[in-house]
């Protein structure tokens, strides 16, 4: 089984700085794209960055300039940093990865979501 873990959730201040971490592990699989997703109360989940395994970004207009996504392959982690936090980031956060499990097993994993919330 692939499991992701994700930690680095917490409170902070307007204007304030979270990193986000989340590692797969698993037998026998690969990872290549893996990202970050938000849901806030009463919000639809949205996509907030996506990295490829080559290293290749996007983001979503509402953290661009401000988040910052990267990976460390060889131990099938990905990264969010968050900088000037605002109030309308507060969201539970979602890390995603697609994986190949023995070379033929394409499947989508999610981590359990870690809650940011950003308030004075």
């Known amino acids: 089984q692939v499991q992701l873990v994700e930690s680095g959730g917490g409170l902070v201040q307007p204007g304030g700085s979270l990193r986000l971490s989340c590692a797969a592990s698993?037998?026998?699989?690969?990872?290549?794209?893996m990202g970050w997703y938000r849901q806030a109360p009463g919000n639809q989940r949205e996509l907030v960055a996506a990295?490829?395994?080559?290293?290749?970004?996007n983001y979503a207009d509402p953290v661009k300039g401000r988040f910052t996504i990267s990976r460390d392959n060889a131990k099938n982690t990905v990264y969010l940093q968050m900088n000037s936090l605002k109030p309308e980031d507060t969201a539970v956060y979602y890390c995603?990865?697609?994986?190949?499990?023995?070379?033929?097993?394409?499947?989508?994993?999610w981590g359990p979501g870690t809650q940011v919330t950003v308030s004075s």
């Open positions: 990295i490829t395994r080559g290293g290749s970004t």
């Open positions: 995603n990865a697609h994986g190949t499990r023995w070379g033929v097993i394409e499947s989508d994993y």
């Open positions: 698993g037998t026998k699989f690969s990872i290549s794209d």
